[in-house]
Structures are given as structure tokens and as C-alpha cells.
């Protein structure tokens, strides 16, 4: 599966510091393991599921188990540094998640590519939307799913 995304500013060492300070306040361990496994994360393309990451850590780190991968990851999205997001296929994948920044998918059916993209006018048009029913918006999330322009040819 080939995964496109944005490129984004280097906040690895503001991400690594919020999740430390959130493993010391859940009361929780700081191990080699974590460290690792975060450095593969916040290395990696914006959707991986735990599988993908399991995989990638296992060539260099056999003593990292999948289910400690899997733990992880859980925690990164409950510190708020990685966000689960799932697109229909069963399977749960992670991407960054950066203050302030909003993006939504493009997934195609058939090689499974994910593009994100940035619309002003789409969040507008939310906006107006959600205002002419009396509505707040506190969160969405927009995702398209259809054929890539590789896969069309």
C-alpha cells in the first residue's frame, strides 16, 4: 500500500517530550522499548497500522513484541500525539496528529493509497452548513473513498 502525505515540520522532539511527560503522569515506566518504538512512529509515513509498524521494528528490534507495539500505539493516541483513524477496511491505522492542523482523505478501494488534503472552501461550506441548523461543529472528519488516478490508468 503506498501512502501519500503533506509534509509537515520536524516536531519529533516536542511529540517525544509530550509523551514522556504523559507516561510520568499515567505513572508508567519510560522503557528502551517505548523510545523505540516512538522514534519508528514519528519516523514513519501518517498511516500505519500496528502490523506495518510491528514489521518495520521487528528487522532491528526482534525482542519488541506485537502486542507491546499495539499497547503503545494505544497510549501515543491517548497522550494526543497519534490519532486512530480506520477506513472501512478493519483494519486501524495511526497518523500524526499535530495541533492545530486539519486534513481530510482521499482512500482509493482498490490499492488502498491515502492522500490527504486541505480544502478551505470544503471547511467553509461546513461551517456554513452546521450554522444554518444552529449547529457547532466540535470535530469531523471528511474522507472520500474512490479510485486513484493510478489505478483509473
Same mark, same amino acid.
Given at each position: 500500500?503506498?501512502?501519500? /502525505? ?11 517530550? @509530550? /509523551? *514522556?511527560?504523559? =507516561? ?11 523510545? =523505540? =518504538?516512538?522514534?519508528c512512529?514519528? #519516523? #514513519? ?10 514489521l ?14 499495539? *499497547?503503545?500505539? @494505544? ?9 486512530? =483513524?480506520? /477506513?472501512?477496511d ?6 500524526h ?52 488516478? @493510478?489505478? @483509473?490508468?
Amino acid at each position: 500500500m503506498k501512502i501519500t /502525505f503533506k509534509k509537515g515540520g520536524g516536531v519529533k522532539h516536542t511529540k517525544t517530550n @509530550k /509523551f *514522556r511527560q504523559f =507516561i510520568a503522569q499515567k505513572g508508567l515506566k519510560s522503557t528502551r522499548q517505548r523510545d =523505540i =518504538i516512538l522514534d519508528c512512529f514519528l #519516523s #514513519s509515513s501518517r498511516h500505519i497500522s500496528i502490523e506495518e509498524l510491528y514489521l518495520k521494528l521487528r528487522t532491528k528490534n526482534p525482542n519488541i513484541g506485537y502486542a507491546t507495539v499495539y *499497547r503503545t500505539l @494505544k497510549l501515543f493516541a491517548e497522550s494526543g500525539i497519534a490519532r486512530e =483513524i480506520q /477506513f472501512g477496511d478493519g483494519q486501524t491505522r495511526y497518523e500524526h496528529a499535530n495541533e492545530g492542523e486539519h486534513h481530510d482523505h482521499l482512500v482509493c478501494t482498490r490499492c488502498g493509497t491515502i492522500i490527504e488534503f486541505e480544502n478551505e472552501t470544503i471547511e467553509q461550506l461546513q461551517q456554513d452548513v452546521a450554522a444554518a441548523h444552529g449547529f457547532q461543529i466540535e470535530n469531523h472528519k471528511l474522507e472520500l473513498y474512490g479510485v486513484c488516478a @493510478k489505478c @483509473k490508468a
